[in-house]
């Protein structure tokens, strides 16, 4: 077995401020809770209040994170933010909650691997801190989706549960072309602080990368880049291209197929068997994807872990908000073994073993 060299120290999340049950969903496009919740196992997300940036919700993770850690914000000396909705174009969000966490000028980096960008960013993290590059590395996985949102004003304020009153006909037909998207995503942050470790029996252990970039249509945002002159629009905002494309059926083969794939991958590499891993993490974008991805590597109930049904999918959050509730409420103990996976736009995808 590769030897682990670093570990993760402590975790914490945080969500969005308000919670939006499914049912809030039905009074702004022709939606059901039947529907949500059978399709892709979701009964509620949380939305940030306006006003709320990702860097926000960054700080509210790694803040608890530290505490959990015992480190102090000061002791850190590597920042890496896993998003893809920064606060703004650029910069990233890493410098961002440098700053806002009162820490000195170490180095912020932020990777764009969407759904799998926690998987990516692990194997970062850990090269830095084998390299001896970093000894106090907090690693974010930040989002904020409610900006891909297509909701007017009004509707947000339905959605919010601010209003009653309906929307026009006009909002609910144009909201309604997008409903396969939106009711999929929430707002959260997830943290982990991670550092070296001279115990070979815990931490990071290896992983398997993969991207495809010849499908990027399949999933992406048509707007805001530099493929635009210019890169954003008021024809952007105009058409809805805003708010990302995303061919739902081609991204559930793909994750059905290629998540089992790549967890058999790392644990051949890692020479372990499936049969030593006490716990799957899935990146949580569909209940059914974590179910086909169970049931083609014919897993038990309990030894895979799933909490969309609370979140909705947090891109880059939903793998350490999972890792730290399974930790806080002793569903993963020292020295388990733990697959996390993940995959989404890009394509990218992959898996990483870790012994906790
Ligand atoms: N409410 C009601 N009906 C809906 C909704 C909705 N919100 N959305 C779609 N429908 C309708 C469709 O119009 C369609 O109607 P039709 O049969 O009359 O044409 C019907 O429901 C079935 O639509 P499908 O797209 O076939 O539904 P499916 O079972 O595939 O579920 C879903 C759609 C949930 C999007 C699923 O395909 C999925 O989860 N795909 C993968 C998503 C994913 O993993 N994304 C990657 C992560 S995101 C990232 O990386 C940024």
Redesign the pocket.
């Known amino acids: 077995m590769t030897q682990a060299y670093s570990r993760i120290y402590g975790s914490g999340f945080v969500t969005g401020e308000t919670l939006v049950p499914n049912e809030r969903?039905q009074l702004v496009?022709?939606?059901?809770d039947e529907?949500?919740r059978e399709?892709?196992g979701i009964q509620q997300r949380y939305f940030v209040n306006e006003g709320t940036a990702t860097s926000d919700l960054g700080v509210g993770a790694a803040k608890k994170a530290l505490d959990d850690a015992g480190w102090k914000a000061e002791d850190v000396d590597y920042i890496v933010v896993a998003t893809?909705t920064p606060d703004y174009y650029f910069p990233g969000v890493g410098s961002l909650l440098q700053a806002k966490l009162g820490i000195g000028n170490i180095p912020a980096l932020d990777i764009r691997q969407?759904?799998?960008g926690f998987i990516y960013g692990l194997q970062v993290c850990d090269a830095l801190i084998r390299a001896g590059m970093a000894k106090k590395l907090l690693f974010v996985g930040a989002e904020i989706h409610s900006g891909f949102m297509p909701f007017s004003k009004h509707g947000w304020d339905v959605v919010m549960g601010r209003s009653n009153e309906p929307v026009t006909q006009a909002e609910r037909e144009w909201n309604?072309k997008f409903?396969?998207?939106?009711?999929?995503?929430g707002d959260a942050a997830g943290a982990v602080c991670m550092g070296p470790t001279d115990d070979p029996r815990r931490g990071l252990l290896g992983y398997s990368l993969h991207a495809a970039g010849k499908d990027v249509e399949a999933?992406y945002v048509p707007s805001a880049g530099f493929a635009y002159r210019p890169y954003f629009s008021e024809e952007h905002v105009r058409e809805g291209r805003f708010v990302?494309v995303?061919e739902?059926?081609q991204?559930?083969k793909m994750?059905v197929t290629k998540m089992p794939e790549v967890v058999l991958e790392t644990c051949q590499k890692v020479e372990v068997t499936l049969d030593d891993v006490n716990l799957l993490i899935p990146?949580q974008?569909?209940l059914?994807?974590s179910e086909g991805v169970q049931k083609a590597l014919k897993l038990p109930d309990d030894r895979v872990y799933n909490n969309i049904q609370r979140y909705g999918?947090t891109?880059a959050a939903t793998i350490p908000i999972a890792y730290d509730e399974c930790k806080k409420s002793g569903k993963l103990k020292p020295g388990d073994l733990v697959a996390f996976v993940g995959?989404?736009?890009?394509f990218h995808w992959g898996a990483a073993l870790m012994r906790e």
Do not use: E, K, Y
């Not at 496009?29 to 059901?32: G, L």
């Not at 409903?179 to 995503?185: A, E, P, S, T």
């Open positions: 969903m496009c022709d939606t059901t529907w949500i399709r892709s893809m969407q759904c799998s309604s409903r396969h998207l939106f009711v999929l995503f999933l990302p995303m739902g059926r991204v559930f994750a990146h974008a569909n059914r994807i999918n891109t995959l989404g736009a890009g």
